[in-house]
Nanobody, 123 residues
Framework: QVQLVESGGGLVQAGGSLRLSCATS????????MGWFRQAPGKERELVAV????????YYADSAKGRFTISRDNAKNTVYLQMNSLKPEDTAIYYC????????????????WGQGTQVTVSS
């Protein structure tokens, strides 16, 4: 069973930055895609950014491009999401997720989920 544990959420003013971390329990993630989704109140969960564990290829939602950066540290089995220039509309619970196989943006295609971490951006 793969466990994902997020950390790094919090309250920040608009224009500020946060870095989220997702630590995994898996010994190998070489064939996985891992990334971040978010869910705002009253809205569906949506993809923010994902990365291939083996190649490092990355995919971003349009809302994240230019402001957020996903990265991974293979030695620490950890994925990060650096969020800059945060906006109030970025307020949501952010979830780390993983799936075995190719890139897919659909929430239902991800097999493993963390418990989520709250990000609140004040105006």
């Amino acid at each position: 069973q793969v466990q994902l544990v997020e950390s790094g959420g919090g309250l920040v003013q608009a224009g500020g930055s946060l870095r989220l971390s997702c630590a995994t329990s898996a010994r190998t993630f070489s064939s996985y895609f891992m990334g971040w989704f978010r869910q705002a109140p009253g809205k569906e969960r949506e993809l923010v950014a994902v990365t291939s564990w083996s190649t490092g290829n990355t995919y971003y939602a349009d809302s994240a491009k230019g402001r957020f950066t996903i990265s991974r540290d293979n030695a620490k089995n950890t994925v990060y999401l650096q969020m800059n220039s945060l906006k109030p509309e970025d307020t949501a619970i952010y979830y780390c997720a993983a799936r075995y196989g190719n890139y897919d943006a659909r929430v239902r295609k991800y097999d493993y989920w963390g418990q989520g971490t709250q990000v609140t951006v004040s105006s």
